[in-house]
């Protein structure tokens, strides 16, 4: 077939249900906006691993240009389970699984517990992307509320009283992410964090834990995570580099019962994850170089949320916003009744590039919230883009 006949083919009958849409990406940017839409890493900040890469390439050349073990390099293994022993999670290398990020990792859990109807607990809102995988699985939410302590727990035991009580299906999984809430920035409470484990153990579920962004901390004493709480192995936690390294190095991990662990290990497609990428990995955990860029990158993102903050304060006072203690995503709720996606659309036309909050409920929602990343524009871009924004909002409020 020569290529002029290409497109004249009816494939169309032959797509899954899933690929019937075809729309704009979260992926996809404009050229020439400002952004601040997606939690890219800022490039100033990007670590320099030519010494490490130099390493991979000569030193272990039979290994990082060969197929990785399935579970991962014993010796990357080895550091997950050190470094996440500084936040009192004691565990062995059996229960560490390496991934293609906290995305692969939450995936390869949906595949294991999740058929299609089966119920699944996230916070409203949640994590856009995650959103979209869970929806790849066919699952049924139940959303549950947050306040500034987290997701709500008296509101999920409600729910899940009544659901038990009618002889409902029980949800298998809840996802959510503890630390610096994407998209609220919310930290959940202590007291949270034990109710949603006996909770977990009462109703047979399992928690996801998405942890990327922990070590990210500007302000505030670190809780523990819900892994480190966890005494009857019903969190699995969700680790990546991607925030604390480099998002391009695409590696993360899942931690669980061993058991567990291994049935995910088994739906991975790839087999090993990079390896020339996880020996670069272990040389930076097992030096100092890892922490100075964790700390290097959470001065910086400090600077970019108060940049963030003081926009919105002079720029689009009508927000109301919470202040971050860490992180890299920003929420704004705009006035009630608002049209944050007409904000968002006429954004793009003033230079500036958000994401409308209506992508990160799991079920129709509010309409007047926008989530903005501060981590991957300068200060002074980011100011200028919330300036923009807020010309948008003002050419908005007009037509309305």
């Given amino acids: 077939m020569s290529a002029n006949t290409m497109g004249t083919l009816d494939l169309g009958q032959r797509y899954a249900r899933r690929a019937e849409i075809i729309g704009k990406s979260i992926y996809d940017h404009p050229p020439g906006v400002t952004v601040l839409s997606s939690g890219l890493a800022y490039p100033p900040c990007l670590p320099d691993v030519v010494r490490e890469a130099s390493v991979a390439a000569s030193d272990f050349i039979s290994e990082s240009m060969q197929y990785g073990p399935l579970m991962g390099l014993p010796d990357l293994r080895e550091a997950i389970v050190d470094f996440v022993k500084e936040d009192g999670v004691e565990i062995g290398v059996d229960n560490v699984l390496v991934t293609y990020g906290a995305k692969n990792a939450l995936d390869l859990a949906c595949r ?109 004493e670190a809780i523990p995570p819900l892994k480190a709480l966890d005494d009857a192995g019903v969190v699995v936690s969700l680790g990546t580099v991607s925030k604390i390294l480099a998002p391009g190095l695409r590696l993360g991990w899942a931690i669980g019962d061993a058991g567990i662990i291994r049935r995910m290990a088994m739906q991975k497609a790839d087999g090993g994850c990079n390896p020339m990428a996880q020996r670069i990995v272990v040389d930076l955990m097992r030096s100092n170089k890892m922490q100075y860029h964790i700390d290097e990158v959470t001065a910086e993102m400090r600077v970019h949320r108060d940049a963030m903050m003081d926009a919105f304060a002079k720029y689009l006072p009508d927000a109301k916003i919470r202040r971050p203690n860490g992180g890299y995503f920003l929420w704004a709720e705009l006035p009630e009744g608002s049209d944050a996606e007409r904000v968002a659309e006429l954004g793009i036309e003033h230079g500036v590039e958000v994401s409308t909050g209506r992508l990160c409920f799991a079920e129709a929602g509010p309409t007047n919230f926008l989530r903005m990343a501060y981590s991957f524009v300068s200060p002074e871009l980011i100011t200028e883009g919330i300036k923009n924004l807020g010309a948008a909002y003002t050419q908005y409020k007009s037509q309305a």
């Fill in 112 to 220: 294991v517990y999740l058929e299609p109807g089966d119920r699944m607990i996230v916070a409203n809102p949640s994590y856009m992307t995650a959103l979209q995988i869970m929806r790849s699985h066919g699952v049924n939410f139940l959303g549950i509320s947050q306040d500034d302590e987290g997701m709500n727990t008296d509101e999920l035991e409600e729910n899940l009283k009544r659901l038990r009580a009618n002889g409902e299906r029980m949800p298998k999984l809840l996802f959510d992410i503890p630390d610096f809430h994407n998209p609220t920035g919310i930290t959940m409470s202590l007291a949270r964090r034990q109710r949603l484990i006996e909770l977990a153990k009462e109703y047979n579920f399992i928690i996801l834990e998405d942890d990327p962004y922990r070590r990210i901390r500007f302000e505030g």
